[in-house]
């Protein structure tokens, strides 16, 4: 099982990530990715002129590698692949690239639903929303940690 | 003893404080200290989500300081 974990701070681009899984992962017969991306407008309706991502100089490192690691050992996947930017996103920009290749699709599902409900809540970022409304600290909802919870 | 924030909180306080007299402290203790210091932060320090960390390990409220220790404040966190 190979893991992969990368921050970005300038771009992030999925085709590549995807090519690169492919290569990868030659003799499994499935791989699911989720692309997150900048969205153009906050909840409140509100134009977003862009999204800023802090990270820790380590815990952030460690969240991603601990939650990478965890999706493999729990899903019977052969390569986890998650890169995720930091710093200042441009609406419609990539925000996250996250991953799995498998033998078979189900299990491939399962750990990319996994890993998005755990980054959304456990990858050590702090996002702010900045546009014409001002600037805004945004954090999980309760329905991002019930997801979360999903996986015990 | 250095105390670093982030997120909202380093918006609300500093991204680092300097405080003296803390050595001995449970994180608890310094929480309501820092509340009563700075009280624009008060709700983000209350928040159960809002953990603090000591050498990259995320510690209880009833950790207590010892001399050396940096803590660090993480407001809940989210990525994706």
Known sequence: MSIVVRLEELELRPEDELAAL??????????????????????????IGRLTLERHPTLTRQSLEEIAVAAGQRFDVSHVRIVHRFGDI????????AAAAAAHRRAAFEAADCLMDRLKTE?????????EAGSEWIEPTDTDYADRDRWG | MKVLFYGRLADAIEPELELDNSVGCSVAEL???????????GQSLRDKR???????????DSYRLSAGDTVEFLPPVSGG
Do not use: Q, Y
């Open chain 1, 123 to 131: 990858a050590v970022f702090w996002k702010r929303e900045t546009g």
């Open chain 2, 31 to 41: 929480r309501d200290r820092l509340i009563v210091e700075h009280p624009g932060a």
């Open chain 2, 50 to 60: 809002a953990r603090a960390c000591v050498g990259d390990t995320l510690v209880d």
């Open chain 1, 22 to 47: 492919l290569a990868d992962s030659s003799g499994d017969g499935a791989i699911v990715s989720f692309v997150g991306v900048a969205r153009p407008s906050s909840k409140d309706g509100h134009d």
């Open chain 1, 90 to 97: 441009a609406p419609g920009e990539p925000i996250v690239f």
